[in-house]
């Protein structure tokens, strides 16, 4: 399984062969609290880097989710639907939000690697 | 996604955050310290807020709203002076007595609503944190030549709510089993002499306790020591009281909104009905005599998402007729709640509305509040 590349939005993409795993970092599920409610997109979609992909919603406010690269949506994590809260116990495994297709290696690899990614956060603080 | 911390870096730029006695022992817990009303204030502590929320409900949490304006009238008539501003029955308060109310605008809406409580050489005022620099002024400017007019801002206040909130409080101060809802009292609590109101924000049964700064954080670490309570922040104060239906200043009542919009006619009184003397009285009596052209509802939205401040309401005739003011999830409820303005017509328990959340139609129910019942204690069990 090959590491999380991180974006400075608090997203964490993940490549396992032709499949791109995404969701939101530890960070920003601490930051957020409970999660309530999740909004993700139809699969088929295509993104561009930066595109709103979904909504997730804490107890305090909602908040937009962007796509870190481009790809097609290929799968979302239906789960998340009736347990949001998946996102807190689990935010950079079971708690994922989409699969997506046709990433461009290249892409990934131009976002943060795990340590520069905390770096980047304890700087936020 | 920008700003998980949901803080607004805007806040950063105004002046230096006031602190309250507790914020020490905020940092000490663990708390998430976000701008509020100009302090520095915890918004949840390491459970987060659905626990802090649900332990209100079942247990006892504790909150720190030392941020709230604390204010005394004395000298002359206080109460008498009072009613010239707000449209409740203050003359007719029993020292010992606290009542809800609101200052009203010449034009009939809300500047404030505040808690109104008397004792025997005048009345003690909490006023809202970001209306209390302005309510200072309204009154001092009104009623400045005939009471005296001081703001308390060396007293904490700490509220502690839920079903076990008597019982942990009666172990150092017995007489609190004795007081009902909306009483006051001045009790000695470990030696400091504390104003004592059994009241709240929350719905549940509990008090609000006002002592000096330099006594608080003794207090608040006795208190968090019995094993029932915990803390919680503003974030669970804000579930817990859109869930008993309550409003909150600015958001579900401002100088826009009267009194019988908000549903709040029952504050006041015959007397003042009749005698209507105060400000924005045309328009308040008006309102209660022919009924007003929109009013404060419970919305629940279907489904799971929830119906954040400004979601536009459609109503049964398909347009806008009005806005969420308040939304959010309900952690007692399991499900996303609302209150917000529609058109008296649409008004009644049952109506049915479109809610429009990011461009989509949700479906939703006006209903009765408050979405979980209060349980105020209001005599010997």
């Known amino acids: 399984m090959s590491e999380l590349r991180y974006t400075s939005e608090h997203e964490w993409i993940r490549v396992d062969g032709d499949i791109a795993t995404v969701g939101i970092s530890q960070y920003a599920q601490e930051q957020l609290g409970d999660v309530v409610y999740v909004e993700l997109p139809e699969t088929g979609r295509k993104v561009a880097p930066g595109d709103d992909m979904a909504v997730v919603e804490s107890v305090k406010a909602a908040s937009e989710v962007y796509a870190p690269v481009a790809g097609e949506i290929v799968e979302v994590n239906a789960a998340l639907a009736e347990t949001p809260e998946k996102i807190n116990q689990d935010a950079e495994g079971g708690g994922w939000f989409v699969k997506m297709s046709g990433v461009d290696q290249a892409e990934v690899d131009a976002l943060m690697d795990g340590d520069a990614y905390r770096a980047y956060v304890e700087g936020l603080d | ?381």
């Open chain 2, 1 to 381: 996604m920008p700003n998980p911390a949901g803080t607004d870096p805007r806040a950063r730029d105004e002046a230096p955050l006031a602190r309250t006695a507790l914020y020490d022992l905020h940092r000490e817990l663990g708390a998430k310290m976000v701008p509020f009303a100009g302090f520095e204030m915890p918004v949840s502590y390491p459970p987060g807020i659905i626990k802090e929320h649900l332990h209100a409900r079942s247990a006892a949490a504790l909150f720190d709203v030392s941020h709230m304006g604390q204010a005394r009238l004395a000298g002359g008539d206080a109460a008498g002076a009072l009613e010239t501003l707000v449209p409740g029955d203050i003359c007719g308060l029993a020292p010992g007595r606290m009542r809800y109310n609101m200052l009203t605008t010449e034009a009939g809406g809300i500047l404030d609503d505040i808690m109104v409580s008397a004792a025997d050489d005048g009345l003690m005022l909490v006023l809202n944190a970001a209306r209390k620099r302005v309510d200072i002024a309204h009154i001092a400017e009104r009623l400045g030549a005939a009471v005296e007019v001081a703001m308390l801002d060396d007293r904490a206040l700490i509220a502690l709510q839920g079903p076990e909130a008597a019982a942990v409080l009666a172990r150092s101060a017995p007489e609190v089993k004795e007081m009902r809802f909306l009483e006051t009292r001045t009790i000695d609590i470990g030696g400091a002499r504390c104003l004592v109101s059994r009241a709240g924000y929350t719905g549940e049964d509990g008090f609000e306790i006002s002592i000096a700064n330099a006594g608080a954080e003794a207090l608040a670490r006795a208190l968090l020591a019995e094993p029932e309570v915990a803390p919680a922040g503003l974030g669970a104060r804000d579930t817990l009281r859109l869930e008993a239906g309550l409003c909150l200043y600015g958001h579900d009542i401002d100088e826009g909104t009267s009194p019988v919009e908000a549903d709040l006619a029952w504050t006041i009184s015959k007397r003042r009905r009749a005698e209507a003397n105060f400000p924005g009285a045309q328009r308040i009596l008006g309102e209660i005599a022919a009924g007003p052209t929109r009013r404060r509802v419970g919305i629940r939205p279907r489904g799971r998402a929830p119906a954040r401040e400004g979601t536009a309401i459609i109503g049964p005739s398909g347009s806008q007729t009005g806005a969420v003011t308040s939304g959010g999830f309900g952690p007692s409820v399991g499900g996303p709640i609302a209150m917000g303005y529609v058109a008296a017509a649409f008004a009644e328990v049952g109506t049915e509305l479109k809610l429009i959340v990011r461009g989509r139609e949700v479906p939703a129910q006006v209903c009765g509040l408050p979405f979980v019942e209060h349980r105020y204690f209001r005599g010997q069990p």
